[in-house]
Each structure stands twice: as C-alpha cells, then as structure tokens.
C-alpha cells in the first residue's frame, strides 16, 4: 500500500519546454530501477510547467528517492533548464487504486 508521495513541479524556462520534457521522459528508466518507488508519472500541466507525482510505501524509500539519481539529475540541469527552483512537496495519499 502506497501512503507516501511526492509531487514535484517544475517551470521550464522560455525555449526550453521540450527540452523539460525529453528529461522527464528519460527518467522514466530511472524510475523503472528504483524498487523502492511504487509508481510514477512525469505530467504535463501546461505548456511551461510540468511534474512528477511518485508514491512509495514507507517514508524510508520516499527519501531514498529524493537522495537518488532523478533529484540529483534535476538538480544539476535546473539552472540550464528551469526558470525557478522546483517545488518539491512531500503529500500523503489517501487513496489509491493501482493496478494489480
């Protein structure tokens, strides 16, 4: 059961939309190697701004993600690809229903 989440957004910066994106997009195969890591979706919430919603289930595993390689990725291209610092929310899921 997944009660531990992170929700993450990013602004990218002018002529760097596509740029956010094919990041987001090749995290993915980092996420995949995380076993800790129960789901997690790279979104589009408008032209410029995008997130990452992940969920795990215990706190631990939660913050071996934002130790990891995506944050740690983020973090080393922010300055070239965002237009502000991402913010990086700790949530509490509720509910969920995931595939079995």
Avoid at 11 to 22: L, N
Avoid at 49 to 76: C, K, S
């Amino acid at each position: 059961m997944v009660k531990f989440a992170i929700l993450a957004q990013v602004k990218a910066k002018a002529g760097k939309e596509s740029a956010v994106e094919e990041f987001l997009k090749s995290a993915l195969a980092l996420a995949n190697e995380e076993a800790g890591t129960t789901v997690w979706f790279a979104i589009k919430l408008s032209s410029s701004r995008f997130g990452i919603f992940d969920a795990f289930p215990d706190e631990a595993r939660r913050e071996a993600h934002l130790a990891g390689p995506i944050a740690t990725a983020l973090m080393a291209n922010a300055a070239e690809l965002l237009a502000e610092p991402p913010v990086i929310e700790k949530v509490d899921v509720l509910a969920a229903k995931l595939a079995r």
